[in-house]
């Protein structure tokens, strides 16, 4: 998708209406993953994007890894919620509470005709066949770990300690931005959204 123009009030939408015309990917659904470093601002330009979609589901991985299985979630997404979605059946799946360390109430995601997944790894090697798209946040690691850090406070300065261990060795071994068919810009207002590196010859 050319987006040559800078309007942030207009790129987010434009982004909605193409992806809105992308082949469903995972049975009924345009499954969309949004990837990018801890930090970088995937929530709220998922949220954002969801609101231009006209109310589209978003599924946080933050519900699906545990803080023992920082990246080791990959068999529970596909087993609870992309296969059922793929089958054109609702996902069913355990949210995880980082509080309290344990798994909620079953929640339900219906297919719908988007649905953004949204976290760090969404673009991992195992769930890009069922990507309709992948976006990827454009912001420096070490920019991005500086904001989520300072979003999180001194409390938990030791979990990004090993957070940042983590999502090194994720990225080294499984890296999402060579794949990114959209990279998104956070701007004083809104987004800007280029080309990523499979749509840039």
């Not at 990018?36 to 519900?63: E, M, N, Y």
């Not at 994720?170 to 280029?194: I, K, M, N, T």
Request: aromatic fraction near 8%.
């Amino acid at each position: 998708m050319r987006t040559d123009h800078r309007s942030p009030g207009t790129t987010i939408h434009d982004l909605a209406a193409h992806l809105r015309r992308l082949p469903p990917s995972c049975g009924p659904t345009r499954l969309i993953g949004v990837d990018g470093h801890a930090g970088s601002g995937k929530s709220t330009c998922a949220r954002q994007l969801a609101a231009a979609l006209g109310g589209a589901p978003v599924l946080h991985l933050d519900d699906i890894a545990t803080h023992e299985e920082l990246f080791a979630w990959t068999g529970r997404l596909l087993a609870q919620v992309i296969e059922p979605l793929r089958q054109g059946e609702p996902a069913r799946y355990p949210p995880y509470d980082w509080n309290t360390r344990r798994f909620g109430a079953v929640r339900e995601l219906p297919p719908a005709p988007v649905i953004l997944l949204e976290g760090v790894g969404a673009g991992r090697r195992e769930v890009r066949p069922f990507l309709a798209g992948l976006l990827w946040m454009e912001l420096p690691r070490e920019e991005a770990w500086a904001r989520g850090r300072l979003r999180d406070g001194e409390e938990q300065s030791e979990f990004w300690v090993r957070w940042v261990r983590a999502e090194r060795r994720h990225f080294l071994e499984d890296p999402s931005r060579p794949f990114a068919d959209h990279l998104v810009r956070q701007c004083p207002e809104g987004y800007e959204v280029l080309p990523g590196p499979v749509a840039t010859p």
